[in-house]
């Protein structure tokens, strides 16, 4: 399913070739605009299929960060059956938390989705927001994998699409030696 899904998110303009300045100041060749992706509910809607199919039986809730997390925490306890809430950034300090009333606690087994696994900083502030309140984490599901299976979480892992994305200090970019214009993300 691997190279389906890729076919398809190369074919809907979700995966760039180039040369790209990450968030994180490196550089690289690949890129994922994650917002292409849930820009369609068919692969949108497939791909959450695919995190629920793995993950059937094991949570009773799911979660995932703003923003575009939001969508995927919907479209996948949708498949599931299940409710979706929401870890939004805190006010003040650093971390994820529910607010609006969510409910999650001792008890609940929460499955974590997110779109595109780069450093798993979100993910981590989810899982944390999740164990703050008692429960527990059933396993993350992400769209993409952009670290190749190098991220490891502690629990369960999913991911639709795994790819291995190099990236490098802009001294020692290779696109950069070739005089490739630089695309900033």
Not at 1 to 30: P, Y
Not at 66 to 91: D, M, N, Q, W
Not at 111 to 135: F, N, Q, Y
Request: proline share 4%; aromatic share 8%; charged share 20%.
């Amino acid at each position: 399913m691997d190279s389906n899904v890729e076919h398809l998110l190369a074919e809907r303009g979700a995966i760039l070739h180039g040369h790209f300045q990450f968030a994180s100041g490196r550089h690289g060749d690949t890129y994922i605009e994650k917002f292409r992706i849930l820009q369609w509910p068919d692969i949108t809607g497939e791909m959450c299929g695919m995190v629920a199919g793995h993950f059937r039986g094991q949570a009773n809730l799911v979660a995932g960060p703003t923003t575009g997390g939001i969508i995927l925490s919907y479209e996948t306890a949708r498949h599931l059956g299940l409710a979706s809430v929401i870890a939004e950034r805190k006010e003040k300090g650093p971390g994820r938390e529910f607010k609006r009333g969510f409910q999650v606690g001792p008890g609940d087994h929460v499955l974590v989705v997110d779109d595109v696994l780069t450093t798993g900083g979100s993910i981590r502030e989810v899982i944390d927001a999740v164990r703050a309140t008692g429960a527990s984490v059933a396993g993350v599901g992400v769209l993409v994998d952009r670290t190749s299976g190098k991220v490891d979480f502690g629990v369960p892992f999913f991911g639709c699409m795994s790819l291995d994305i190099a990236s490098y200090d802009p001294a020692d970019c290779p696109k950069c030696r070739e005089g490739v214009a630089l695309t900033i993300t």
